[in-house]
């Protein structure tokens, strides 16, 4: 196999900007150095993991330039979980050891996971954070970069958003809605609560009778434009009604341990529901954020070992990793 290189174009357009800076041919000439390790390691060797192989070289070089920087998207990212999350990185126990201020192996292996974990269109899996193959060359990730942190420039032009771009950071996690004192709720919401008896969620095992819902209790004309027929192909829903409006969630009440919901499945949610933090457009924001603040959602864990505990634990930094413009979306 013709061996691969890694050009100075790529490594400029990380950072926004065509002009070769004084210290760009040094970080391009670690990332070079590192891809063969990248390439036959036991993680991402074979021709199809060529891009793979070439994003974890790339994320290195730019990781320690950070790093050596001590500024940047990384810096910005560790210290922006830490202020929102208590802790610098996501999943990972950190021991006394980790330095905010230098490399650290937790840091690499947390690199790792957001390569082998793609999202938006991407999206079919998510990477287990403790995988012992991962672990493992983050560890030798972790030594190359050790070896040469001492003796690497720093740079004044620092890749922006390459970890993880700066408006989402940014974006608050927002409260629930909540009705205001004297405020009118729309005639839909008003029509769902008396339909509800008050409770903020109800399920629906089809579309008939979801349409059902529509035309005798909402009031909604009976007729198929009005009905919202593209969710004719979908099955077990949940409706969430606050004082914004209407939500609704097709195929994933089963997933909702509530207490008023016969549609409820303990292994379909172990099995499916993680699904909800990490694909776009599969649950509404606001109905994953009510299910999780009710504890409705008890089951949902990622397909691995450990894997309920690190979906609970860091479900809100997941379902922003993952969920992008959906996360707290319009």
Known sequence: MKEQKIYMRAWTEMHGRAKVTATDEWYLNLANELLPLVANSYMYKGREMVEDQRRVALSCALYLEDCVADAGNWREFIHWHKENYGRYLPFYPLSE???????????????????????????????????????????????????????????????????????????????????????????????????????????????????????????????????LPDLAEFDNFVVYGNPKGLLIGPDVAEFFADGNNPLYNAEAAEEGAYEMFCEEGLCPFDLLKYGMEHNLLPDAQFPFENGKALLQENWDFVARWFLGEFYEGE
């Open 97 to 227: 050891d980790y330095l905010p201020d230098e490399i650290n192996r937790e840091d690499i292996a947390f690199l790792l996971w957001a390569i082998n974990s793609p999202v938006g269109d991407d999206f079919d899996w998510v990477e287990n954070p403790m995988d012992a193959d991962l672990l493992e060359f983050a560890g030798v990730l972790y030594e190359r970069l050790d070896a040469v942190f001492e003796s690497a420039p720093i740079s004044e032009h620092l890749a922006p958003g390459w970890m993880m771009e700066t408006e989402l950071m940014r974006k608050k996690r927002e409260p629930l809605p909540a009705a205001l004192l004297g405020e009118k709720m729309p005639t839909n919401v008003e029509r769902f609560f008396e339909a509800s008896k008050g409770e903020s969620l109800l399920f629906f095992d089809s579309y008939d009778a979801l349409k059902f819902f529509f035309v005798h209790s909402l009031k909604w004309e009976d007729e198929e434009d009005a009905l």
